[in-house]
């Protein structure tokens, strides 16, 4: 999951904010390996964020960083001071690019902030260049088919992207995006490529247990 400081100040800081989230995590998915994220709109001022990150960061709270709302609203050398602080305190660096923005895009978000994971990132599948680059750099690609369908960056489930990504070599995960606007289920966006032919059962079981590796990598 992944929030916002605005989120955090209303509620009242970290301290209120860490308490309220614990309890919801114990309460209702205590069995989840719950990683949250940071995320900050790629319209923000940049400078004024850097100077506060550390209390929201410096806790532990935060396994991730991520910049969305937008591409191309800020060069990605703008988000530097953010993703330094990230690494100081070992967060995964990650980003919404890709979606809307070319597969140049990709590459150079993960060439200059060091990314190890891209939010969406459909786009790559344009670019042969670009996805051996993600392939041989090990860049993981977290994509949600519902929502690109949805809101038009992919034509349907049979000829999504992903499909492409994934037999060139590049690392991908599934997922639902915003669960309350697309009201879908992991089980379901697996079923949806499944039922579409667009990756078989042994590929999306290889995919599930990509996902399933990026914990227990992080956790050694």
């Not at 953010?82 to 100081?88: T, V």
């Not at 680059?133 to 929502?147: E, G, H, K, T």
């Not at 000829?159 to 879908?184: Q, R």
């Not at 599930?208 to 050694?220: A, T």
């Amino acid at each position: 999951m992944n929030f916002g400081t605005s989120e955090i100040d209303l509620i009242g800081g970290m301290d209120a904010f860490k308490s309220i989230i614990g309890d919801f995590h114990l309460k209702y998915c205590s069995n989840t390996v719950f990683e949250p994220e940071i995320t900050y709109i790629s319209a923000c001022n940049v400078e004024q964020e850097a100077e506060k990150i550390d209390r929201y960061i410096s806790t532990g709270f935060f396994k991730s960083i991520d910049v969305c709302g937008g591409e191309n609203v800020q060069p990605f050398e703008a988000f530097l001071p953010l993703y330094r602080k990230a690494e100081q305190y070992h967060l995964s660096k990650k980003m919404h690019v890709g979606e809307t923005g070319p597969a140049e895009n990709v590459m150079r978000a993960v060439e200059v902030l060091g990314l190890s994971e891209v939010h969406h990132g459909i786009n790559a599948a344009a670019s042969a260049k670009v996805m051996r680059f993600l392939a041989d750099n090990r860049i993981q690609m977290n994509v949600c088919p519902s929502s690109n369908v949805m809101l038009g960056y992919a034509i349907g489930y049979r000829d999504h992207p992903i499909k492409i990504l994934y037999e060139n070599g590049v690392k991908v995960t599934i997922n639902t995006d915003d669960l309350l606007i697309f009201d879908s289920s992991i089980e379901n966006e697996y079923l949806l490529l499944y039922r579409a032919g667009t990756l078989s059962a042994g590929q999306l079981d290889e995919i599930r247990k990509n996902g399933l590796d990026v914990h227990s990598e992080d956790e050694l």
